[in-house]
């Protein structure tokens, strides 16, 4: 199980640096767009075979977890102290 998280933090992760790059566009890169990028790949990523994972260690969990936290701080331009439950 911990090849698959692993595989799939390193796909997720390419997204999240496309979401980055846009970040530094000055065209079209505002919230709503980068909410739509994430939904349109970023997302299926990490929801393929999600019912597998509450199974798997937490440490796997954790880490996929980080993964949606880094793309919402991405998408809301908050910094690394800005509470998640704030952004949320």
Do not use: C
């Not at 979401?19 to 929801?47: C, F, S």
């Amino acid at each position: 199980m911990e090849a698959h998280t692993l595989r799939t933090e390193g796909k997720a992760r390419k997204k999240l640096a496309i979401m980055h790059k846009l970040i530094g566009t000055t065209w079209g890169a505002n919230e709503q767009i980068l909410k739509t990028v994430y939904e349109g790949t970023a997302r299926p990523v990490l929801d393929y075979s999600s019912t597998a994972w509450s199974t798997t260690a937490k440490t796997n969990q954790q880490s996929l977890d980080k993964i949606q936290k880094q793309a919402l701080r991405i998408m809301t331009g908050a910094m690394k102290s800005t509470p998640i439950t704030f952004m949320e």
